[in-house]
């Protein structure tokens, strides 16, 4: 651990622990804080984006058809930040029933094991509040059957963990997260002030994602779990009522000034900078967010219009709103979710081939896999630069 970067313990100090390594002890979240204009302007433009966003949503007939590809996105953004190498696509066709993705493991597992716990932490939202508990439940099935399954899932350290390049050691890696004595302390402070209001709220999520870094409280899978604070808590707070604001691919665009200010909120003690990066984030995804939800409400209207034109069956609708969720399908699929019979599931993609809504991809006799390019498009689209680190 570089003891000459870390100048101030405004947030936490470096003392050395009964065991004779040097570790980082994080400090209670402060409760008050002093920025600038620059800050300020940030915040405020931030905040508007959230709140467009809001309203955004509320132009869907069923804003639940959205939830599905933003929690996908992250999934894939957020995993891959950790150095998983799954699409969007694999991930979709797995969901299809692909018979070449029909067994996930590895780097799919991974990100399958992703959507599952940020389901399961979102709908206990209902019964639980944003809690220590919580997280804990959702750490316990985001690790379940993946690289770092025997580092205890579900469960706090009860050792040191620490952060660096492959063979480093408790002396020579880059941080040393607070022992576990110091750690339960820090993590009830954290539990507290997730549910506090002082600060603003978009503020308070910044000091909250630093700190759960900081505190780095798992073996293992930390990054995932704290980047599903920023929109549990948004949804906690009410500040959105469902979770449309993800910021992973936006961390993912800067990685390294991501984790450099990580690391520097805690060397300098100074969280300005870190808020700043985290501000233009949610602004930026904000409005990413809202631009998504806008082409969906368009496409969903004009496929819409197009088919009761068209005269297709009921099948053939329901099946061309379930794509606004999951744009890959499979007859299989179609039998299944809409208890019909397999000629009947078969004649509803027909259809939408037919209405160029819907094109084969395998180029298999059997077991076909279709897609429609338009709403993969439309609703997963990236910018250009959305997969590569920007930042030097």
Known sequence: MDLDAFTSDRLGTVRKTVDGYHAYFPAPIPRELDYDATTVKKLTEATAAVYRLAGASRLLPSPEILMGPYVRLEAVLSSKIEGTQTSVGQLLRFEADDPAEALPEGDLLEVVNYTRALDHALSALDRLPLSLRLLRETHAILMAGVRGEAMTPGEFRRSQNWIGPPGSTLTTARFVPPPVD????????????????????????????????????????????????????????????????????????????????????????????????????????????????????????????????????????????????????????????????APTAQKAIESLVDQGILTEVTGRKRNRVYLSPRIMDAVYGLPDDAMSDTEA
């Not at 985290?278 to 969906?296: H, I």
């Not at 004009?302 to 890959?328: K, Q, W």
């Open 182 to 341: 110091a750690m339960n302390d820090t993590l009830t402070d954290l539990e507290r002030f997730l549910h506090e209001d002082e600060l603003p709220n978009l503020i308070a999520l910044a000091l909250a994602h630093y700190q759960f870094e900081a505190i780095h409280p798992f073996l293992d899978g930390n990054g995932r779990i704290g980047r599903l604070l920023v929109p549990l808590a948004l949804c906690q707070r009410g500040v959105l009522q469902r979770p449309m604001l993800y910021l992973s691919a936006y961390f993912e665009r800067h990685r390294s000034r991501y984790y450099h200010l990580l690391f520097e909120t805690s060397a300098s003690g100074d969280p300005i900078p870190w808020i700043n990066f985290f501000l233009d984030g949610v602004a930026q995804q904000a409005l990413d967010a809202e631009e998504r939800t806008v082409r969906l409400v368009d496409l969903q209207r004009d496929i819409r219009e197009d088919l009761l034109a068209a005269r297709v069956t009921n099948t053939t609708v329901r099946l061309a709103e379930s794509l606004l969720d999951r744009p890959y399908v499979t007859a299989k699929r179609v039998t299944r979710e809409f208890d019909v019979t």
